[in-house]
């Protein structure tokens, strides 16, 4: 789950110092949530109990926030099922891939797409440094890519998928940096979006599954729905600092969970590691914080 943030406010002196904290706790909090969904073997229905935990929150919260207008409705459901087809990909790229690999090519295709498209659809320039950062990730991706060797075809699936969930999600900030706009509502917009988008894989899920879903879910149930917790928590977190701390800083700080995911992949799923997988993961976190340094 990738929607806009709210736009930063001048940081309260009694807040500020906890901003680090609290973002990079988010970003453990994100690579946690993304190892839960990779660690259900059936992923499906991982990935159905984390929309279920978003779902519940959604009901609740459309309950409290206001009705977006008209004009934001197209862009929140466009929104909805680009977040169900990345979901669906990511989904795919943990089936095939490892978790130590999928996660930060996603992850790092994500800010390298919305630059660059940024600059060849809506004609935005590029300064130095936001270029400097777009080619750091590309080297980082292409060390990530290459960490295992040169990819043959069987390795393909897995990278495509890592990759289109990247672009994916890229897709999906590019609308709603639109959208959020139209709407005068950032919790009305993400609240109305979540309700849209939560209950498709479910519903996909019982369509697949059918009478055997609920005796399937039991053994994973509790694994899954604390994975939406721990997304929604990390996504209110990040909020929360950016609304009271540096939004380019808060943003680049939150890609920490590059790293913390490498590590959760080495230590829980006893992936091997490697000094070219890391080094490719750090150099794709520092190409981020570059370009989330140009764009402050």
Wanted: glycine share 10%; proline share 6%; aromatic share 8%.
């Amino acid at each position: 789950m990738d929607p806009l943030t709210p736009l930063a406010v001048q940081a309260s002196p009694s807040f500020a110092a906890l901003v680090p904290v609290v973002v990079l706790f988010a970003a453990l909090l994100h690579a946690s949530w993304n190892a839960v969904a990779h660690a259900i073997t059936d992923r499906l229905l991982g990935f159905a109990l984390i929309n279920l935990a978003y779902l519940l929150f959604a009901i609740v919260s459309v309950c409290f926030v206001p009705v977006p207008p008209a004009a934001a409705w197209p862009f929140m459901a466009g929104s909805a099922a680009l977040q169900v087809f990345y979901q669906l990909m990511l989904l795919q790229a943990y089936k095939l891939g490892d978790f130590g690999q999928m996660y930060p090519i996603a992850r790092g295709t994500s800010p390298w797409v919305v630059a660059v498209a940024a600059t060849l659809l809506l004609g935005q320039a590029l300064p130095g440094g936001e270029l400097a950062g777009v080619l750091v990730i590309s080297a980082g991706l292409i060390g990530l890519t290459l960490a295992n060797g040169v990819p043959g075809r069987s390795h393909l699936p897995a990278l495509s998928a890592a990759l289109g969930t990247g672009v994916l999600i890229a897709c999906c900030t590019l609308l709603d940096g639109v959208g959020v706009r139209r709407s005068d509502t950032v919790p009305g917009y993400v609240a109305w979006t979540l309700l849209l988008q939560a209950p498709v894989i479910p519903l996909i899920a019982f369509a697949v599954r059918r009478r055997s879903l609920l005796t399937e879910l039991r053994p994973v149930a509790a694994r899954g729905l604390i994975g939406g917790v721990l997304s929604l928590s990390g996504y209110g977190l990040v909020v929360w600092a950016q609304a009271h701390g540096s939004l380019a800083g808060a943003s680049a700080l939150r890609e920490t969970s590059i790293v913390f995911a490498a590590l959760i992949g080495s230590v829980i799923f006893r992936e091997r590691l490697g000094r070219v997988r890391l080094a490719a993961s750090a150099t794709v976190l520092a190409g981020i914080v570059l370009l989330n340094a140009g764009f402050g």
